[in-house]
Nanobody, 121 residues
């Protein structure tokens, strides 16, 4: 059994910064990819950023240059540093991991519970 726990959400004014963190626990044997997705009110869930093998990163065009993802697969952790926040960044942010479950002896995709980020105007 695998769990992802997120922390770091909150309320921030436009132009401010927040840092989200996510830690995996349970029967994780190894991690390939971790990342962040977000869902704004009335919108579909969308990719924010991912990191694969600790070094290969991918960012949505809307956050490139403002957000930075970092990870440590050995520690089952990923963070998202969000700078120059805009009101349109307001969403629930979900941690994602592609991991091998030693209990199931198989790869699977996992999601955190979601962290609310609100950028007020």
């Amino acid at each position: 059994h695998v769990q992802l726990v997120e922390s770091g959400g909150g309320l921030v004014p436009p132009g401010g910064s927040l840092r989200l963190s996510c830690t995996g626990s349970g029967s994780i044997y190894s991690v390939k990819t971790m990342g962040w997705y977000r869902q704004a009110p009335g919108k579909q869930r969308e990719l924010v950023a991912t990191i694969t093998d600790d070094i290969y990163t991918n960012y949505a065009d809307s956050v490139a240059g403002r957000f930075t993802i970092s990870g440590d697969n050995a520690a089952n952790t990923v963070s998202l540093q969000m700078n120059s926040l805009k009101p349109e960044d307001t969403a629930v942010y979900y941690c994602y991991a592609r991991a091998f479950d030693r209990a199931a002896l198989d790869w699977d995709s996992y999601w955190g519970q979601g962290a609310q980020v609100t950028v007020s105007s």
